[in-house]
């Protein structure tokens, strides 16, 4: 299974915010806890704690709403849309960045692990666009509509609740467990930039307003860990969680105006000043009224603000023809050695594309003209990407060396050329028909505000790159007004921002020359000496966050003791230089702005992958995210195509598919239980039973067989552990409508009883009407949200076992021999009960084709080849009530079988009965015998057996008749033994002395009445089958009767005939536990297969639970006792397994190890023999042999460890080199003499 990891808890320190696998998480310590002398402890990873006590707070929130709402309570579609809408939209962004920064760090560390949580990720999104295709379907709002919604939400809330859940459970520990400090404060940090700026100043606002006072200063200490110690990183990030949440995006948002910067496909910031408005204001289809020009529109002026997308055109354009011109020069060269510069050029460009594309689809064009659209360029350009590191990684794995290389490098100039082409045409079209209405129509401090949200579409940790990039191209004019537009576009809350782009932008002129635009020439990243005395002013001055002075003092000192600040070499293409965090020009100014630390790549974290993520959320949510967890298995995955023949363990997933099945069923059968009457309520509830007992049958074969199988694999380790976390959370939820359905049938009855009881009584009262109306109201709450846990659970299993078919699936094909996938097969039907197996087949055939049927049997033959499975089957499926019906509906469950029936030439298969066998001549029997030891597909010892029965069918045959001829001539009940037999005469207790029952049995052999086989036997010349029992005498009445577990006379009133009555063996017995075990097709003293049982199908037996690990030996039951002879797999004495693999008889080996201690059969050590050799080593060393034996050697041969050596001469004793056992046999005497003889070989 998976590592061990760490207490949660007890890695917090003690208390702290709790995980729940249903809901919502608890509330913090208090801050007196928590933070004192012990905050050196505090693990920074633990920040994402209260983030996922925000979202599912909020998520248990608008589940609740939507619960009123669909129970009649008046509720604002409308709000609880745009609650919705922001929720997705800071969620989608925490996704992006766990893929791109937490779960890349972990796998670096940990294997196997972050795979999954990634794929659930996308599993999320498309629950979140079902609800808003819901939520914007609403025009006509009936009972159905609003049950659906009601059971989206709680859909929505569970899996969300569940996947927060599991990664404090798994993936927390880890991270505290597996970095230190230092390295989890880098990993938040870069996880921080890694989020769009416009978002990050939404989300951590949201944050600090969703959590309490305590919470928040426990916050702020977190983040005083993670953030690095320069005074304006500080003031950056504090100012934001410092902020007052936007009410209209955290509690619903009544300004139209904000609304699409908050869905899905937008991540625009929220204008912050009185005169800014909206980027996407307005951006309804159909014609635009545009405000009129303002003063900031001078006719002289030089160049709009808006003209600046050209230099991020021409920027990109100049890279992208280096990047070509660099491919055709390694092409050149020949120098295919070393492409990992150019890759991550190339990766750096396509970043900022995919950004720049997002800037302009939710922001410029928009603000434009709500018809433009260039997504399907934007779609290509990415594509023609993606097509580009593809070959630059087929490159890497090709070689240098290989002979293709060349012909690769013509394909990458080929691809730099098509996507130069590309983007070149596409941002000529841009700038000739967008930017010239943007000029006309847009003041100049519009569109300057246009531009700054279109930078903070990026996050902090590409602005880092990408302002020292673009401005080192531009001249002094150019780079002084982008400067100009970049300050004046911003809102004053974002000051110290702004100041850091300011200095990023500087970093990128030649000798780090200010770019100043004032009249005093000061940059605002020239002089910082103010930031600390605003910074404490703004935290003073917050009120969502209490933060003195002195705290603030006192995070700072804190900072002091932490490593390094982090700083990084900015290389952005061949224009960047590096820079310091503080760069001096020729004149002596200087802009002293801090690096973020993060492009230093220290932990191998890649980031264009989060923003191809970013991108394909925004255009199509329901697209698989192309993350930076998933790329390489996406690789891997398809080399399983489905053309393959199948694989034995894929017959575990067909369950799978029953499953499905019967969610389909809860979830649409749920929404019909508010109007039903007691007959559907009933059937729902066996039906949900049915469900519910073989899925946890099924989870638990996976995490007791099929995950430990995998976890042995040394590169598997991790793999499971977090199904194992699904299967307790889903076991819950089942537990949970278990519970609901329970007090809605309660509820059911006693609305069914007061309907009987008015319309017999016909005095209806005042209070009664009002108690009848309560009870309805509450079983209306009640059906509602059973609907929604139903479609919660479905949604949540249908979500688990793809991700079980995607991720887990192939790993047996690639790791598991066809043998060994047998072999876990068996194991798992080997505890599977004959019940449980009897009702399971049917249930999952009902949802197979005839093809998937056929193969599913094919492979439970195959796994259980040695075993009595085949007969079983067949007995059981003819003794099953509907068993013509169910042989038309299930053809592959009776197949032909080879071990029990003989294909003649013809082709026609021939099944003898007694009366034909009585008219076969001996010719006729001898050639059928004959046939018999022609076919080469029977086995040796199934050929004997066939051939033994046909040898004595003239006997078995005569017998058949024989108990009429007995019944005729035999008069008088006492005769055929109609009376009662007991077991103790003086209780009067029926039964004898082998078996407690209240029947007797009627042999088919001699028609007489008999209390068990054994008895039968025991005066009889003949054994008797207890399995062609048909009738049975009831010892209370002595009527006899048809065979059954109860008696069917009326005067017995349905009494049993024994607490556990098997139909196929007939046994009845009153006393012990008993189950049948369908491998054995006998019935076993025990509790049952996989309680305190299993079947091993290599050995052909029962063995006990603790002997899972034992040697396998071929049908090693299926022979004689080696002490009393008697047949091993039909005994009813109790069995012992020896070391060796063989058996026998519990009371025979007490009696044979009082003298012997090697097996009877084998001649290996019955068990752990070490201190009896020792006594024979002291005997030895106590004895002396005579002169002329002294160096004499024998040779022998060990039964223990089977090695061959030599060892000095003795009589009796010889002991084994290897392996020092006595245990030993001379092979050879040695009459020469040897100084030392003692070897082995």
């Not at 070689?399 to 996507?419: N, V």
């Not at 903070?456 to 302002?467: A, D, G, H, S, Y």
């Not at 007489?1008 to 008895?1015: A, G, I, M």
């Not at 001469?1209 to 003889?1237: A, Q």
Request: glycine share 4%.
């Amino acid at each position: 299974m998976a590592t061990p990891l760490p207490d949660f808890e007890a890695a917090r320190g003690g208390g702290g915010v709790a995980s729940s696998s249903t809901t919502v998480l608890t509330s913090a310590p208090t801050v007196a806890n928590t933070f004192t002398e012990e905050t050196e402890e505090i693990s920074p990873i633990l920040i994402f704690l209260f983030f996922h006590k925000a979202v599912c707070s909020e998520l248990e929130s608008l589940h609740r709403l939507a619960l009123e709402f669909a129970t009649g309570h008046h509720v604002d579609l409308r709000l609880l849309r745009e609650r919705y809408r922001f929720l997705r939209s800071i969620y989608k962004h925490h996704c992006n960045a766990e893929d791109e920064v937490i779960f890349s760090a972990l796998d670096i560390r940990v294997k196997n692990v972050a795979q999954t949580y990634s794929l659930e990720h996308q599993g999320e999104g498309t629950l979140f666009d079902h609800l808003f295709e819901l939520l914007n379907s609403a025009t006509e709002i009936d009972e159905s509509y609003r049950r659906e919604l009601a059971s989206s939400t709680g859909a929505l809330k569970t899996s969300v609740s569940q996947h927060l859940a599991k990664e404090q459970k798994q993936v927390f520990p880890l991270l505290i467990e597996k970095f230190k400090h230092e390295e989890q404060a880098y990993i938040v940090w870069r996880f921080l930039c890694s989020i769009p700026v416009n978002m990050l100043a939404v989300f951590l606002p949201w944050l600090a307003s969703a959590i309490s006072i305590d919470e928040s200063k426990e916050m702020q200490m977190c983040l005083s860990k993670i953030v690095p110690g320069e005074k304006l990183l500080q003031q950056v990030i504090f100012t934001w969680f410092g902020g007052k949440s936007d009410t209209s995006a955290s509690r619903g948002v009544e300004d139209s105006s904000f609304q699409c910067c908050l869905d899905s496909s937008s991540s625009m910031l929220p204008c912050k000043t009185s005169r800014a408005q909206c980027a996407c204001e307005g951006s309804k289809a159909g014609k635009r009224k545009y405000p009129e020009l303002t003063e900031y529109e001078a006719p002289d002026a030089p160049m709009h603000p808006i003209d600046e997308i050209k230099i991020w055109h021409k920027s990109i354009n100049k890279e992208m023809k280096e990047i070509a011109d660099e491919a055709r020069k390694i092409q050149l060269s020949g120098d295919f050695s070393d492409l990992s510069a150019f890759d991550e050029r190339l990766q750096y460009i396509a970043e900022v594309c995919i950004f720049h594309s997002l800037a302009e689809d939710k922001i410029i064009f928009p603000a434009v003209d709500g018809e433009f659209s260039f997504s399907e360029e934007h779609d290509e350009e990415e594509n023609q990407f993606n097509e580009f590191r593809c070959l630059i990684e087929k490159i890497k794995s090709a070689g240098a060396s290989s002979t293709s290389a060349a012909e690769f490098y013509t394909k990458l100039c080929s691809h730099a050329d098509q996507i130069m082409e590309t983007i070149q045409r596409h941002f000529h079209n841009e700038e000739i028909q967008v930017l010239p209405l943007a000029r006309k129509n847009f003041s100049f401090k519009r569109q300057q505000e246009i531009l700054y949200q279109s930078l903070c579409i990026m996050p902090l940790r590409l602005i880092e790159r990408v302002l020292p990039w673009l401005t080192a191209s531009l001249t002094e004019d150019e780079a002084k007004n982008f400067l100009k537009n970049l300050q004046a576009g911003a809102p004053k809350s974002d000051a110290a921002l702004v100041t850091l782009f300011s200095g990023w932008a500087c970093k990128g002129r030649k000798a780090g020359e200010c770019l100043s635009p004032k009249a005093n020439g000061s940059c605002p990243a020239k002089t910082l000496s103010n930031i600390e005395e605003v910074y404490l002013q703004s935290c003073n001055a917050c009120v969502s966050l209490p933060c003195p002075s002195s705290s603030i003092k006192a995070c700072c000192q804190h900072q002091d003791k932490r490593p390094a600040k982090r700083t990084v070499v900015s290389s952005c293409g061949q224009n960047a230089t590096p820079h310091s965090s503080e760069v001096a020009n020729g004149n002596g100014r200087s802009c002293c702005v801090p690096d973020l630390g993060v492009n230093s790549d220290c932990l191998g974290l890649g980031s264009l992958p989060a923003a191809k993520s970013m991108r394909s959320s925004s255009l199509n949510s329901a697209a698989p995210a192309l993350n930076s967890s998933l790329f390489g298995w996406e690789m891997d995955s398809n080399s399983f195509d489905t053309g393959h023949a199948e694989r034995p363990v894929a017959t575990i997933f067909k369950f799978h598919k029953a499953i499905s099945k019967d969610l389909e069923f809860l979830d649409v059968e749920s929404g019909k239980l508010i109007d039903c009457n007691e007959t559907f309520i009933r059937q729902f509830i066996g039906r949900f039973h049915l469900l519910w007992g073989f899925y946890k049958a099924h989870s638990n074969a996976e995490d007791d067989i099929l995950f430990p199988a995998l976890e042995s694999k040394e590169t598997l380790h991790n793999v499971s552990h977090s199904y194992t976390l699904d299967h307790k959370h889903e076991e819950k939820l089942f537990g949970d409508i278990y519970s609901v359905l329970t007090e809605l049938s309660v509820l059911h009855e006693k609305l069914q009883s007061d309907s009987m009881m008015g319309n017999v009584t016909q005095t209806d009262t005042v209070q009664a009407d009002i108690d009848s109306g309560d009870c309805k109201k509450k079983y209306n709450e009640l059906a509602t949200k059973l609907q929604g846990m139903c479609k919660s659970i479905k949604i949540t299993l249908d979500q688990h076992i793809f991700l079980e078919e995607l991720e887990l699936w192939p790993l047996f094909d690639k790791h598991f021999s066809i043998q060994e996938q047998d072999k876990i097969v068996g194991r798992i039907i080997g505890t599977t009960g004959a019940e449980v197996l009897q009702s399971m087949l049917p249930w999952v055939t009902s949802a197979l084709s005839e093809d998937e049927q056929n193969r599913m049997m094919d492979t439970w033959k195959q796994a259980t080849k040695n075993t009595m499975f085949d007969e079983w089957l067949n007995e059981c499926w003819k003794g099953s009530p509907d068993s013509s019906s169910m042989e038309r509906a299930k053809p592959s469950l009776h197949r032909d079988n080879d071990h029990q029936e003989v294909l003649d030439q013809t082709g026609q298969l021939f099944k003898p009965g007694w009366k034909d066998i009585f008219r076969m001549n001996q010719n006729e029997l001898e050639a059928e015998i004959r046939k018999v030891y022609q076919d080469t597909t029977l086995d040796p010892r199934r050929k004997d057996y066939l051939v033994q029965n046909w040898r004595t069918s003239r006997w078995i045959a005569a017998q058949q008749k024989l108990p009429k001829e007995t019944e005729t001539a035999l008069n008088g009940d006492v005769a055929l033994g109609c009376f009662p037999s007991f077991r103790d005469p003086e209780k009067q207790i029926y039964g004898c002395e082998h078996y407690k029952r209240n029947c007797k049995l009627r042999a088919a052999c001699c028609g007489q009445l008999f209390t068990c086989r054994f008895c039968h036997d025991k005066v009889s010349d003949h054994s008797m089958d207890r399995k062609l029992v048909t009738e049975m005498l009831c010892m209370r009445c002595l009527k006899v009767q048809p065979v059954g577990p109860i008696c069917t006379t009326p005067s017995c009133e349905g009494v049993p005939m024994a607490k556990h009555y098997c139909s196929i063996c007939k046994l009845f017995d009153d006393e012990r536990a008993v189950y049948h075990c369908p491998f054995c097709n006998l019935c076993r003293v025990g509790e049952g297969l996989g309680i305190d049982y299993f079947h091993c199908m290599t050995c052909n037996c029962c063995l006990g639970m603790k002997l899972v690990n034992h040697k396998c030996l071929e049908k090693s039951l299926e022979t004689n006792c080696p002490i009393c002879c008697e047949f091993l797999f039909t005994s009813s004495e109790a069995v012992r397994a020896l070391p060796c693999g063989h058996y026998m008889h519990s009371a025979c080996f007490q009696a044979y190890t009082c003298s012997h201690y090697t097996c009877p059969i084998c001649g290996k050590s019955l068990g752990d023999m070490a201190v009896y050799f020792g006594m024979l080593d002291a005997l030895l060393a106590a004895e002396e042999l005579p002169e002329e034996y002294k160096d004499r050697c024998q040779d022998i041969l060990c039964n223990d460890c089977e090695r061959k050596g030599t060892t000095r001469f003795h009589w009796l004793y010889h002991k084994c080199g290897t392996c020092g056992s006595y245990n030993t046999r001379v092979i050879r005497s040695e009459t020469t003499t040897v100084p030392d003889c003692s070897t082995s070989s």
